[in-house]
């Protein structure tokens, strides 16, 4: 068994797409972050995908903003929104 020690094993995929979403997948990738996590599920995995929103992405219907967050890229001041 993947994990045997009965914790729960938390999990963050970072991806340029995902599957789950619509308009979401454009490749292979998209196809892994559909289905793995529920693969991963059926030995106590808990997994959390992150995904650009490729400047649509966030506004499909259930997504709600919980964070945001500021940082330097090449020295100019960012920020993104985390849904």
């Known amino acids: 068994m993947f994990n045997s020690s009965g914790d729960v ?7 340029a797409e995902n599957g789950v979403l619509d308009g979401g997948k454009v490749g292979g990738i998209g196809d892994v972050t559909h289905h793995l996590p529920a693969a991963l599920a059926e030995h106590n995995c808990r997994v959390t995908i992150v995904t650009p929103s490729h400047g649509f992405l966030h506004r499909h219907s259930g997504a709600v903003k919980v964070h945001s967050v500021s940082f330097l890229f090449r020295g100019y001041p960012q920020t993104a929104d985390i849904y």
Do not use: D, E, F
């Not at 094993?9 to 991806?15: E, G, Y």
């Open 9 to 15: 094993m938390k999990i963050l995929m970072v991806a």
